[in-house]
């Protein structure tokens, strides 16, 4: 197992790629907190965490909003009583709605850049403290092809995922002394609930899918497979970067 005995969180877990990183990190020996956002995710999220661990030492579900601080200061405190420290953080919690730029809604803005891009960095500082007094850790930041491609309609996501990339480079620049790696993986289009928009459409699915040289929505667990790469020390010389796994989609194949 690459990761046994590693204390994890990861948010936004209660479907889609977190679920399936959470699973996949708990299936490599780690003990995981299963962040999700409200009442209505609960049942996913303790099914999650009762996948992992029925008995439940080894894996709950706690609720928070990533973009309130003290949510996450609240979130990350549990997880320092109950696991004892941090030695992974997988900053997943992330939201999209395809809005026009000339038609956005200041309040839609902020609720992205809020979840995305706020909300990995209070997760990222506060799980950065514990990991700076333990002397090490790695923090995933979950984030998209949309850090470098432009997607019209989706101005604050890709805003979000482009501040992401810096804030991961940056960070994992001030933070390498500490013994702490800090990388993103950039999926492309995964066959999760925020893109059953496009997967319900069988029109709009397969413009999406003639984007991808290898012909097909990735699934969550190939998205899982990847963090738990990196979360664990056979990735020990990899960060400040971007690992892509978008089944070939940024390579533009509709570019000839
Ligand atoms: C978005 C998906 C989209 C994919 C590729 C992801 O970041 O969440 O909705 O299909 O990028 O465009």
């Known amino acids: 197992m690459l990761l046994e005995g590693r204390r994890a969180l990861v948010t936004g877990a209660s479907s889609g790629i977190g679920?399936?990183?959470?699973?996949?990190?708990?299936?490599?020996?780690a003990r995981?907190?299963?962040?999700?956002?409200?009442?209505?995710?609960?049942?996913?999220?303790?099914?999650?965490?009762?996948?992992?661990?029925?008995g439940g030492a080894n894996a709950f579900a706690i609720k928070a909003d990533v973009g309130s601080e003290p949510?996450?200061?609240?979130?990350?405190?549990?997880?320092?009583?109950?696991l004892g420290g941090l030695d992974i953080l997988v900053n997943n919690a992330g939201i999209e709605k395809e809005v026009p730029t000339l038609e956005m809604p200041l309040d839609l803005w902020e609720a992205v850049l809020r979840t995305n891009l706020t909300g990995a960095f209070l997760c990222l500082r506060e799980?950065?403290?514990?990991?700076?007094a333990q002397k090490g850790g790695v923090i995933v930041n979950m984030s998209s092809v949309h850090e470098f491609i432009p997607w019209p309609g989706f101005?604050?996501?890709?805003?979000?995922?482009?501040g992401m990339?810096?804030?991961?480079?940056?960070v994992a620049r001030e933070w390498a002394p500490l013994g702490i790696r800090v990388l993103a993986i950039a999926p492309g289009a995964i066959a999760t609930p925020i893109n059953d928009f496009v997967l319900d459409d069988a029109e709009a699915r397969h413009r999406v899918e003639a984007e991808i040289p290898?012909?097909?929505?990735?699934?969550?667990?190939?998205?899982?497979?990847?963090?738990?790469?990196?979360?664990?020390?056979?990735a020990g010389y990899v960060t400040g970067t971007?690992?892509?796994?978008?089944?070939g989609m940024s390579t533009y194949p509709k570019f000839t």
């Not at 101005?155 to 482009?162: F, N, T």
């Not at 990339?165 to 940056?170: A, F, W």
């Not at 290898?214 to 056979?234: H, K, M, N, T, Y």
């Not at 971007?242 to 089944?247: I, K, R, S, Y």
């Open 214 to 234: 290898l012909g097909r929505f990735g699934r969550p667990e190939e998205i899982a497979a990847a963090v738990a790469w990196a979360a664990s020390d056979q």
């Open 165 to 170: 990339k810096l804030l991961t480079q940056t």
């Open 32 to 54: 995981v907190a299963v962040n999700y956002y409200s009442d209505k995710e609960r049942p996913d999220a303790e099914a999650v965490a009762a996948q992992i661990d029925p």
């Open 127 to 132: 799980a950065g403290r514990l990991m700076a």
């Open 19 to 29: 679920k399936a990183t959470a699973l996949r990190l708990g299936a490599e020996g």
């Open 155 to 162: 101005a604050h996501y890709c805003a979000s995922k482009g």
């Open 71 to 82: 949510d996450v200061v609240g979130m990350v405190g549990e997880c320092q009583k109950r």
């Open 242 to 247: 971007t690992l892509v796994v978008d089944g």
